[in-house]
């Protein structure tokens, strides 16, 4: 079983709408959460991180971690196709270095 | 600001032919890291590197060696490379404390 559950989609909506992307995890030692984004063709980047359990916003974008249930979202408002991309989910522990990495959501957005 | 750079983009391999990947950052991170990602699978870690002089596995670590030449640069080596090995990879980094890791822009590998 892998350490990191991720929903690959493809996820298809209309532009504007709300979009909720979610992983689940097993491994309780996991404090930091992140969502990253990947333009095809592109290498991913940080959109955003939680560290431990919470609500995080930052414009069009909340993630929310709920570590009890071992389950992470991403909430994207009011969506645009320049959302477009794959949106993978990573998280860590306090201690080490290594990042494990869902296997990506796959979103488009229509205009 | 380079940030992370890979070469080369592209490559085609033959079965049995050997090459090695390279990655070099700018940022002065201390940690480095070779992943794949293929469809379906999503980004699997082959192998990092905490900080310079030390390596450790990650989740697919066979058929691959690498070498943490210095603070700036982490190689990736395929002996004798196979089909299986047709990925894209990439290389990351990350600073000591920082929870952001950069990526490079990927290597395209096919083996024939």
């Known amino acids: 079983q892998k350490e990191v559950e991720q929903d690959p989609g493809p996820l298809s909506v209309p532009e504007g709408a709300i979009v909720s992307l979610n992983c689940t995890y097993s491994?309780?030692?996991?404090?930091?959460f992140m969502w990253y984004r990947q333009y095809s063709r592109k290498g991913p980047e940080l959109l955003m991180y939680?560290?431990?359990?919470g609500n995080k916003e930052d414009g069009r974008f909340t993630a929310q971690v709920d570590k009890s249930s071992k389950y992470i979202s991403l909430f994207i408002r009011d969506s645009q196709p320049s959302d477009s991309a794959t949106y993978l989910c990573?998280?860590?522990?306090?201690?080490?270095?290594?990042?494990?990495f869902g296997e990506g959501t796959q979103l488009t957005v229509n205009p | 600001n380079a940030g992370v750079t890979q070469t080369p983009k592209f490559q085609v391999l033959k079965t049995g032919q050997s090459m090695t990947l390279q990655c070099a950052q700018d940022?002065?991170?201390?940690?480095m890291y070779w992943y794949r990602q293929d469809p379906g699978m999503g980004l699997r870690l082959i192998y990092y590197?905490?900080?310079?002089?030390?390596?450790d596995k990650g989740e697919v670590p066979n058929g691959y060696n690498v070498s943490r030449l210095n603070k700036r640069e982490f190689s990736l080596r395929l002996e004798s490379a196979a089909p299986s090995q047709t990925s894209v990879y990439f290389c990351?980094?990350?600073?000591?404390?920082?929870?952001?890791?950069?990526f490079g822009q990927g290597t395209r590998l096919t083996v024939v």
């Open positions: 990351a980094s990350r600073g000591q404390g920082d929870t952001e890791a950069f």
């Open positions: 491994n309780s030692a996991f404090q930091y």
């Open positions: 939680t560290y431990s359990s």
């Open positions: 990573a998280m860590r522990g306090t201690s080490g270095s290594r990042l494990t």
């Open positions: 940022m002065n991170h201390n940690s």
């Open positions: 590197s905490a900080s310079e002089g030390t390596t």
